[in-house]
Structures are given as structure tokens and as C-alpha cells.
């Protein structure tokens, strides 16, 4: 240790380090160290005193090689249970590793260390409850939260932070004084506090940080800043007010600045502000407001933060506080006279009142001021009102987050993204325990909400009504939302004035509703007319019906079932659509109903054709998915005659030629498996089982049509749960037995199906399958006709890769031996074809500059690369040559040969070059000529007089050359070669 300390010492001169050097003094320092390490936790405390102040020592030199080695052994003695050993020498040790931290030069890996030390030594000190620990947290949180600058070190040092932060911001300690505090809105009396103490030395040091600041700081400071406002809560207000003022300036500042985007972080340090402190306390610091004398307003900029981060607020504060500052806002937009500025004042107001929403989430006060909401809401609920849309959002938002008691369905987007952050993680289980209502306060928060119900739902049942069809759907879905709540008789009676209103009922005489209805409507004249709007008035009510269905009781959905038998009786599928819906929430809103009026609607659908409208067939199968389910739930024992009638249908939608119908009904057997499957009934795994039974009897079906049906949907379950193979052991033997008929139609499905299979399922799971999957696919590969040997050939590829080539070859018959060589080479083949292409790229390159440098003509390429008519005739000649070759292998001889055919040609080129002899030159630049040349009456090919071209094939398969090579440069066969060119000539002219 003594060595090491001469080493390292500031005023050590060279010589005597080149001595320790050369006697291998760094080697035993080292060794003793590490030995140190392994012995430390076993010594006594006075020993491990002795060891820690030599090593103190050399910590204390900034350029010592063995700073590492000495941090790791500061670790171990600190993770010692006893505090005795930091006690003593905390603040020299901590000033030591401050120090160190300071020194940019240091390497950023020892600076992390020792800022880890730092934060071991102040949560040994805190755990111990020493005097005058919080007199070292300025300093230890002062020299980490400088790491936050470096992106090497910001991420580590963030973490570092919050483990403090948390450390002293503990919610079992700081509850007393934090009711203390938020009761008498004032925190003198909490000065004396360690703990609250401890939490403003801490704001303090982020105060100093962001105030040194020149411009806003950077993602992870103010990640830190968001963490500590999240932390503290409410007590942020009390401690943290001059940074969130700080923060305020900057936003300030950054307005109609191009760079205001990047105010993103910026803005999510405010909005955990508005978590932490509440929209109440936030405004007090931070008011909006707009001046009377000239117009201009202050902080708007928070408007957006409000939305979007306010949460467990109150509606008194939203009805005393925002709708004021609304008014006011629209009280200046009517007294400027720039118009401008007035629309922009309008556009504040509108904002404000737009903030309603966010005060339904989670509010702390439903019971006590919705009545008083209500009252504020009803005069706002008309054609053309502005926040129409806000309050059917926030109507909806108050009422299901009653009924559904999971807190994470309210909570916006921006406060998910913000708790999702790895520092925010620990915050955020217990921010969503907070924001979920008790049962208790739930049932007390509907009772509030259903005296004024009624009031509400007739509302904005006359705006449904009165207003565009733009607004239906939300507007349809608060209707739905408070008719949940609402009397039954109060529903009754809405829907009754509404079919008097369209003159479609009388009194009691609801179930009448269509009763002029006919299948023939009026063509021409006044009577279409009429008639038009009399169905536009049916669909209205008929929405509106739909909405009022889960509030009803017993007789009302018998008069709405009515309404729906009556309304399938109309000849259009527009009107049909609406009924389908009514049907469908009918049968899954209402048990009771489903199981006693079960045939019934079985009867109605059965009765009415399927429709070609997809609104209509998905309503329709959604139908068909709660009854089968039903179905198969309650008829264990015995086969259900209705259940089949209900699978044709849906196994005939899978070969419609219409795509969105066979993704319809695709959808409705994967929610019907999906049910089935994830039900805690214990039963559900019985019928999920009868379900596939029952698909499969379809495969022994009529058709050709029906069986491929089945096949298709089984191929859809398999995809979805592979389960189901063992589920169902006879399923994947029964569809390969197909294979063995003649229809076109099921070999193609049944090879789709084996594809999905080998694509889904692990090889462990193959292993079973494998010799009916091989055995069966492998004799359709001989036929090309409907892309069957491709299909056969992409299964068989899977099944190589999962299972091995020897083990398929083990299985197959000798008599596919060459098809699965080709299957093998082709796997083999495409990587190594991409990386031949991919070295050989620049040396094509390089050749084709050469050759362009060297005066050929880039048309003689063109001309031989485009045979025209004769092309097939040149392929089938190929073929003899490299027979049935792999696609990829039968390219790369193409290839071959022509770069063959290049290279006798430029060696050609080149004697005649050394020659001295321009006729050859003037032939190759001629060879364009013996491609096809266009002409009046078509393409001329060279293949078309192939008897006298005198081509003889290469003996290695390569291009065409001329027999006798000395005769075709004869300067005799280029004159002959020209005058049959100007005959040519000659002929076209006259043509």
C-alpha cells in the first residue's frame, strides 16, 4: 500500500517510478488490492478504518492508474452493515470523490464510480439517521447534477439523482407535515422539519442550476426537475415555486421563436407541475388573463399544458375558475375593434371552455357538483354549439370511469407517456392506485349522475335529432353512455317523443313504428321524395334506438325487438344495417334475452338474405358470434341443428369473391375462438373443442365449395392457436387426406393450409406431422398448373429449414430425388448467388467503362439482349443445354455465356487492332444488325432464317458464333452482309 502511495503521489519524480517500474512495483500494487478486495468484508472495523484512510490517499491523486482499483475497494468496505466505518471521515471521504467527480480530465468511467460512492455514503448516512447528513446533500447532488451536461455521463447520473431524490422525498415521512402544510397553505411551520429541510436543500441546488442556465437545459435536467415535481406533490408548490417560475420565463421566451419545438421536454416539465401541484395551485403561481386596457393576454401558453396534464381536479374549480376566464375572453373578442385580435381572444375562449374534459378526469368532487355541471351544460347542448363535441367527450369520460373501475382507461395520453419513462416507472404504480375511484365512491358518483340524467339524454336526443350526421358518433356515444345509468322508464319515454316527433308512432303504439313500411317504395314524383326522407327519418330513430338498448329493461327491449323484426321487412340495406346493430347489442347487452328469445332470432336472421353491405355483414355476423357461442354453451351434450346453419354461413363467406367479407369473416371466427379459448368458464375448453369438431365435419361437405371453406378456416384457427393441433389430433390428418382428391379448388386450399401449418407450428411440433405432410404434398410437385409445384416447393423450403434436408429426404420416395436436390439447391443457391452478385457488381462496372472506353456501341448490348420473336425458340434451345435447372442456376449459365461470347469478341477485337485491320472493328460495330430490327409490319427476328445464318451451337452451351471463323471476317462476307441491308432498305420504302 505504501508502494502504491509513493506511486502515485502529485510530487513523485520520474526517475523513482521508472524504478518501481522495473522492479514490477504496479504488478504487486495491483495484486494487493484485488487481494484487499476479496478480504475486506472479513476484517474488523479498526482494520478496515486503517484501510480506507490509505486509501483515501490515493483517491486524493487525480492521475493515478490504480483510481479504478482503489473505487472498487472504497465499495466494498462501504457495503459493510457497519456506519462506524463512514461516520468518522464522511465529509473528507465525500469532498475527495466530489473533487474527483470536478476534474473533466478524469476518465468518465471512474467519474460514474465515484459518484455511485457518493450516493452509497449519503444512503448509509441516511439510514443511520446521523446528524447532518442533509449538510452533505448539497454538495454530493451539486457536483452529480453537473453530469447531466455530458451525454456520456447524463443518463447514469439521472438515475444516480432520482435514487436520491426518492431517498429523501419519502412519502410515510413527509405526510404529516405535507396535510400540515396544504390545511394552512403556508410552510413556516415545517422549517424545523429534517425531512422537509432535507427536500428544500435539494430544490435549492436545481434552483442554482437552472438559474445558471443561459438557455433551456437540456432533456435529462429537466427529466430531473419532472421526477422531483412527481415526487414531491403537493409540497412542490411550497419548495419549488421559483423553479417553476423559471420555467415559466423560458416558455415566455420561446413563443414565435423558431425553435419553439423544442420546448417539448420543456413543456412535460410543466405538465408534471400540473400533476404534482394540481391546476389550482398552478394558476395561482402562473394566472391567465387578459389585459382590459390593451388586449393582451398572459400565459395562454398553458392552455394546451391544462388539456393535456390535468388529472383528479375538481368541477367546482373548472365551473368557478375556467368558465369565468372563458367569459372574459369573450367579452374582449366583442369589444376590440382589431378583427384580428378579436378572433384571436375568441379562440382563447373556446380553448378554456375546451379544457372541460380535462377536468372530468377523475374529478374528487362528481357527487357533490354535477347537478351544478348539468345546469351549466344543458343551454350549451344545441345544433351549433362550439364545444358540442367536449361535452359528449367529457359526459362520456365522467360516466364510464365509474363503471369501469380500472384507473389506466382515463388517463391520457401525454400522462402515459410521461409515466413510462424509465425514472417515472416506481411513480406511476402508485399515481394509478390514487387516480382509481373506491367502489363505494363509485356507486355515490352514479347515483349523482342519474338524478340528472334524464335532463341530459333528452338533450342531446334532440341534437342527435336536429344536428349533421358529422356529429352522430360521439354524440351517439354519450347517449349510450347516460342511457346506462338511466331509468328505464325515462328511456321508454324519450324514445316514444321521438317516434311521435317523425310521426312514426303514436302513443303506445311504439311497436308500429313501421307499420305504412312496405318492400315497394315510391319511384318518381313527390312520393320518392317522400320517401326518402321518411328512411333518413327510420335510420335516425333507429341509431338512437341502438343507443338506448343497454339502459332498458325487459318490456322495452321487447318493443325494440319488435322494432327490429319490422325493420328487416324494409327492402334496403342501409335501413337492414341499423337493424343488424339493434339485433347484435340486443344479444350481447342482454343474456336473459339471447337465451330465451334464442330461436327466435335465429328465425329472424336465418329468414333475411345475407347482405352485400359490409356495415350490414358485420353487424350480421356479430349476430351469428354471440348466438353460437350461446349456442354451443348451453347445448354440451347434443348437437345443435342451428349451430351448422350459423358456420355455412360464415365457411361460404370465406370464398367470397368481396375481400372486406372474407376479412369479416375471418374476424368473427377468431372472436369466436378467442372467447372460447381465454373463458374462465369451465366448460369453455369442451366447446372450444366442439367448435373445431364441428368446422371439420365440413370437410366431408357437398362441394368442392364447402370443403375448401372449411379448409380455409381451419387454415385461419391453426394461425391464431397452433394449440389446436393437440387439442384436435385427428385436425391435420383429416385436411391431408384431401390432397388425395381431384378438385382444383380444395388441392389449392389444402396446400395453403399446409403452408400456414409448416409456417406456425416448431419443428418439435412437425416431428408428428411430418411423413402425411411430405408424403402428402410431394406428388402434387409434378404439376405446374395452378402454381401447385411452386406451392409444393415453398412448403418443402420450410420444412428443410425446420426440419433438416436429411430428415425429409429420409421420408420421401426415391422417385423425388431431383426435385428435392433443386428444393436443396435453391436454399444453398440464393445466398451465395447474392454474394456472388454483390463481389462481382464493381468488376462489371469496371469492365462495362472499359469497354465504353474502347468505342463500343452500348446498342449492340440492347440488340443482343432483346431477341424479340424468337426468344422462346432461343429459350427452348437454352433448355437443351442446361436442362431443368433451378431458376437462379439457369441465370447464372445465361450469364456465363454471354461474358463467354464478350470475351471472344474483344479478343477478336483486339487482334484486328494489333493488325492494323479496320474491317473487323467495322463488323462488331455491326453486330447490332443480326438483332431484331423494327419494321413496318412488325419485329424481324434472326431465328426466322436460322438455316442460312449458319450458327452452330458453342460446346460449352454459350452463344451462338459463326462455324468458320476466318470466313466471317472476310472483308467478302461484310460486302454481302451490306448489300442485303440496302435490299432491305429498298423493300421498306416500297411497303
Not at 356495415?615 to 353460437?628: E, N, Q, Y
Not at 372472436?671 to 369442451?686: A, D, H, K, V
Request: charged share 25%.
Amino acid at each position: 500500500m505504501s508502494l502504491a502511495i509513493k506511486m502515485s503521489a502529485p510530487d513523485a519524480v520520474d526517475g523513482f517510478k521508472d524504478d518501481c517500474l522495473s522492479k514490477s512495483g504496479p504488478q504487486e500494487v495491483l495484486h494487493t488490492l484485488n487481494l484487499m478486495k476479496t478480504i475486506a468484508p472479513y476484517l474488523s472495523v479498526k482494520v478496515r478504518q486503517k484501510v480506507l484512510t490509505q486509501l483515501l490517499k490515493l483517491i486524493s491523486s487525480r492521475n493515478s492508474d490504480l483510481t479504478r482499483h482503489v473505487f472498487d475497494n472504497v465499495g466494498v468496505i462501504l457495503d459493510t452493515p457497519k456506519v462506524e466505518m463512514v461516520a468518522p471521515d464522511s465529509e473528507n471521504i465525500l469532498k475527495l470523490l466530489v473533487s474527483y467527480m470536478s476534474c473533466l480530465e478524469n476518465p468518465t468511467e471512474n467519474i460514474l464510480v465515484a459518484a455511485t460512492l457518493t450516493k452509497q455514503i449519503i444512503k448509509k448516512l441516511y439510514a443511520s439517521e446521523i446528524s447532518g447528513c442533509s449538510s452533505h446533500l448539497d454538495l454530493v447532488i451539486g457536483s452529480i447534477t453537473g453530469l447531466l451536461t455530458s451525454e456520456a455521463t447524463a443518463l447514469p447520473a439521472l438515475h444516480i439523482l432520482k435514487e436520491l431524490i426518492e431517498l429523501h422525498a419519502d412519502n410515510d415521512k413527509l405526510s404529516p407535515i405535507k396535510k400540515q402544510m396544504v390545511d394552512d397553505n403556508d410552510a413556516d411551520n415545517a422549517t424545523n422539519n429534517p425531512e422537509f429541510a432535507a427536500v428544500k436543500s435539494i430544490c435549492s441546488v436545481f434552483n442554482n442550476l437552472l438559474r445558471s442556465s443561459d438557455g433551456i437545459p437540456n432533456e435529462h435536467i429537466l427529466r430531473i426537475v419532472s421526477v422531483l415535481f412527481l415526487k414531491l406533490g403537493e409540497i412542490s408548490y411550497f419548495s419549488m415555486k421559483d423553479i417553476l417560475l423559471k420555467l415559466a420565463d423560458w416558455m415566455n421566451v420561446s413563443r414565435g421563436v423558431n425553435g419553439a419545438s423544442n420546448t417539448k421536454y420543456l413543456q412535460e416539465c410543466i405538465g408534471s407541475a400540473t400533476i404534482a401541484m394540481g391546476p389550482d395551485k398552478l394558476l395561482a403561481l402562473l394566472p391567465i388573463s387578459v389585459s382590459v386596457s390593451d388586449y393582451s393576454c398572459s400565459n395562454t401558453w398553458l392552455i394546451p399544458i391544462l388539456s393535456k396534464y390535468v388529472i383528479q381536479s375538481t368541477l367546482e374549480f373548472f365551473m368557478e375558475h375556467i368558465v369565468p376566464l372563458a367569459e372574459s375572453f369573450q367579452q374582449a373578442s366583442f369589444k376590440v375593434k382589431k378583427s384580428v385580435i378579436g378572433q384571436e381572444l375568441q379562440a382563447y375562449a373556446h380553448d378554456c371552455w375546451g379544457l372541460l374534459p380535462a377536468f372530468c378526469r377523475g374529478p374528487t368532487d362528481i357527487h357533490q357538483n354535477f347537478s351544478a355541471l348539468s345546469k351549466l351544460l344543458v343551454p350549451f347542448l344545441k345544433k351549433d354549439s362550439f364545444i358540442l363535441e367536449k361535452i359528449a367527450a367529457s359526459l362520456k369520460e365522467l360516466v364510464n370511469q365509474n363503471k369501469n373501475l380500472d384507473a389506466h382507461c382515463y388517463i391520457p395520453g401525454a400522462i402515459r407517456v410521461l409515466l413510462e419513462n424509465e425514472e417515472n416507472k416506481d411513480f406511476a404504480t402508485d399515481f394509478k392506485k390514487k387516480c382509481s375511484y373506491s367502489k363505494k365512491a363509485a356507486e355515490k358518483n352514479i347515483r349523482a349522475m342519474c338524478c340528472c340524467s334524464k335532463e341530459l339524454l333528452q338533450a342531446l336526443t334532440d341534437v342527435l335529432i336536429e344536428s349533421y350526421p358529422e356529429t352522430h358518433e360521439y354524440l351517439k356515444e354519450a347517449i349510450e353512455c347516460l342511457a346506462s345509468i338511466t331509468d328505464s322508464e325515462s328511456i321508454k319515454n324519450i324514445l316514444i317523443s321521438s317516434l311521435e316527433r317523425f310521426g312514426l308512432a303514436t302513443g303506445t303504439e311504439a311497436c308500429e313504428m313501421l307499420e305504412d313500411s312496405s318492400d315497394s317504395k315510391p319511384d318518381q314524383g313527390e312520393g320518392g321524395a317522400t320517401a326518402i326522407q321518411e328512411d333518413a327519418n327510420r335510420c335516425l330513430i333507429l341509431e338512437l334506438t341502438s343507443c338506448l338498448i343497454e339502459g332498458a329493461n325487459d318490456d322495452l327491449i321487447l318493443i325494440i325487438f319488435s322494432i327490429a323484426k319490422r325493420t328487416f321487412e324494409v327492402n334496403d340495406e342501409i335501413v337492414q344495417a341499423e337493424a343488424y346493430n339493434i339485433l347484435s347489442r340486443m344479444l350481447e347487452k342482454h343474456p336473459w334475452f339471447r337465451s330465451l328469445h334464442f330461436v327466435q332470432s335465429m328465425e329472424l336472421l336465418i329468414g333475411v338474405k345475407s347482405p352485400t353491405n359490409i356495415k350490414s355483414l358485420t353487424s350480421r355476423f356479430s349476430c351469428f358470434k354471440t348466438l353460437l357461442i350461446h349456442a354451443l354453451g348451453e347445448n354440451m351434450d347434443e348437437e345443435n341443428p342451428q349451430v351448422f346453419l350459423i358456420l355455412n354461413e360464415i365457411i361460404l363467406a370465406l370464398k367470397e369473391s368481396n375481400e372486406e367479407g372474407r376479412k369479416t369473416a375471418y374476424e368473427v371466427l377468431i372472436g369466436i375462438c378467442s372467447y372460447l379459448r381465454n373463458s374462465s368458464s369451465p366448460m369453455s375448453r369442451e366447446s372450444y373443442k366442439n367448435f373445431i369438431t364441428m368446422v371439420m365435419g365440413y370437410l366431408s361437405g357437398p362441394t368442392p365449395h364447402i370443403k375448401s371453406g372449411a379448409v380455409s378456416a381451419l387454415s385461419v384457427l391453426i394461425y391464431n392457436d397452433t394449440d389446436i393441433c393437440q387439442l384436435v389430433p385427428d385436425l391435420v390428418p383429416s385436411v391431408l387426406t384431401l390432397l388425395q382428391s381431384k378438385g382444383v379448388e380444395i388441392i389449392k386450399a389444402v396446400l395453403g393450409f399446409v403452408k400456414v401449418l409448416v409456417s406456425s407450428l416448431q419443428s418439435k411440433d412437425l416431428e408428428i406431422f411430418l411423413p402425411d405432410i411430405v408424403n402428402g404434398v410431394l406428388p402434387w410437385s409434378s404439376t405446374s398448373r395452378h402454381h401447385f409445384r411452386s406451392k409444393v416447393s415453398v412448403v418443402m423450403e420450410i420444412l428443410t429449414r425446420k426440419c433438416g434436408t436429411a430428415t425429409i429426404k429420409s421420408i420421401a420416395t426415391e422417385k423425388y430425388g431431383n426435385f428435392l436436390r433443386t428444393i436443396s439447391g435453391n436454399r444453398h443457391g440464393k445466398t451465395s448467388f447474392k454474394e456472388a452478385a454483390t463481389s462481382t457488381s464493381s468488376k462489371s462496372s469496371f469492365k462495362g467503362q472499359q469497354k465504353r472506353g474502347r468505342g463500343e456501341s452500348s446498342d449492340v448490348q440492347k440488340d443482343e439482349s432483346s431477341l424479340g420473336p424468337g426468344k422462346r425458340k432461343w429459350e427452348r434451345r437454352q433448355k437443351s443445354f442446361t436442362g431443368n435447372l433451378p431458376e437462379e442456376a439457369s441465370s447464372l449459365g445465361t450469364r456465363k455465356r454471354k461474358r463467354d461470347f464478350n470475351k471472344k469478341a474483344d479478343l477478336s477485337t483486339r487482334k484486328s487492332e494489333s493488325s492494323g485491320s479496320s474491317t473487323p472493328r467495322k463488323l462488331v460495330k455491326r453486330a447490332g444488325e443480326f438483332g431484331p430490327a423494327k419494321q413496318k409490319g412488325g419485329w424481324s427476328s434472326p431465328h426466322r432464317n436460322s438455316k442460312k445464318r449458319n450458327f452452330s451451337q458453342d460446346a460449352r452451351g454459350g452463344n451462338r458464333t459463326p462455324r468458320n471463323k476466318a470466313d466471317s471476317q472476310h472483308p467478302d462476307a461484310v460486302s454481302n452482309f451490306s448489300k442485303h441491308k440496302k435490299v432491305q432498305k429498298k423493300r421498306q420504302k416500297r411497303q
